[in-house]
């Protein structure tokens, strides 16, 4: 099907991010967190002004994985204080995943927060989300701390947040 790359995201590219959240949310937060919940997050991070706000306002830097045509990834991060980056998101394909989509991602993120002078970057991640936890520690991330946010509506992220030197 294709070599893998990886590109950065604009505006143009809203409609593919959306695509990927909308068929691995539902599968990989179901054991997690309620359908309502789903539904509520997704809207708040992925409708357009929410991407618009994270790229322009927030100066997220967001970026692809392709094979062909066909995005089969995406991740964004940021610098939140000078020399310290945050991975906000990595979402893959269901098909993709286990085919290196996400450590491909994540090492572009990683050799990325490197060159604009980054030390450490640190993400966000549900307790009960086993998977990732695992591939993130796989990655050479520990858990550094356990933080709880209300987002609203009487939903809360019920979170570990990971950490790693770059």
Not at 46 to 61: P, V, W
Not at 81 to 110: D, I, M, N, R
Not at 139 to 152: A, H, K, P, Q
Request: proline residues 2%; glycine residues 8%.
């Amino acid at each position: 099907m294709g070599e893998l790359s990886i590109s950065t995201a604009g505006k143009e590219d809203f409609l593919e991010i959306q695509k990927v959240v909308k068929e691995v949310w539902p599968i990989a937060y179901a054991q997690v967190i309620s359908s309502g919940q789903i539904d509520y997050m997704l809207n708040m991070m992925y409708d357009d002004a929410s991407l618009r706000r994270q790229m322009l306002e927030e100066k997220c830097e967001f970026i692809l994985s392709r094979r062909g045509n066909l995005v089969t990834g995406f991740a964004s991060y940021s610098e939140v204080v000078p020399h310290q980056f945050k991975l906000h998101k990595l979402y893959v394909l269901t098909s993709e995943q286990g085919k290196g989509t996400g450590k491909k991602l994540l090492h572009e993120v990683c050799s990325r927060s490197r060159q604009s002078g980054g030390i450490s970057l640190e993400l966000q991640v549900n307790k009960k989300n086993h998977p990732a936890i695992a591939f993130y520690q796989k990655n050479d991330f520990y858990i550094d701390r356990e933080e709880v946010f209300d987002i609203g509506h009487g939903y809360v992220m019920d979170d570990y947040i990971m950490k790693k030197s770059l």
